[in-house]
């Protein structure tokens, strides 16, 4: 199984609202603009969204990658934006993992020194057995009402 660059963010309509139903990020879900930063993001060389088929070719994972440059020091690293694998896929089919692949080969192909993952606190994902190192935690507050 291979995650493959997506060019057509149509395809991913479905399997973005499976993952901002599952997780319920802040400041909602609006698919449109979802697809309109991606593009541009893609476009202008700044990321990639990947995508894993299952045997059937219905998209059962995504992934989405930013590169930016180090702000303390010379480097450039990749931040992960969004990874999501449908609950029937997870565990079995190793589209997780050619997910982690394509985006580390993605940053290894710009120059990225680093890859860093977001973790929801509820996810059973174990980043450490992939070769990651817990570095710090991420803490929110919403400055707003959403909606």
């Known amino acids: 199984m291979n995650a493959l660059p997506c060019w057509d963010f149509g395809e991913i309509e479905q399997i973005c609202e ?4 599952e997780t319920k990020p802040l400041g909602g ?3 449109a603009h ?3 930063s991606w593009e541009e993001i893609v476009i202008g060389g700044h990321g990639q969204v990947f995508v894993v ?7 059962v994972g995504v ?3 930013l590169l930016a440059p180090g702000l303390y020091a ?3 690293y990749c931040q992960e934006a969004m990874l999501y694998v449908t ?4 565990g079995r089919t190793w589209a997780g993992a050619a997910l982690y692949r394509a985006m580390e080969n993605w940053a290894r192909s710009k120059g990225a020194e680093f890859l860093t993952m977001v973790e929801d606190p509820k996810s ?3 980043y450490g057995r992939h070769g990651y190192v817990l570095v710090e935690r991420n803490w929110v507050k919403p400055l707003r009402k959403a909606g």
Do not use: S
């Open 87 to 90: 609950l029937r896929c997870r």
């Open 34 to 36: 979802l697809q309109r």
């Open 124 to 126: 059973p994902v174990n």
């Open 29 to 31: 879900f609006n698919f």
């Open 74 to 76: 010379d480097f450039w």
């Open 53 to 59: 088929y299952d045997e059937d070719d219905e998209v």
């Open 63 to 65: 992934a989405g990658i």
């Open 18 to 21: 499976e993952f901002y139903n």
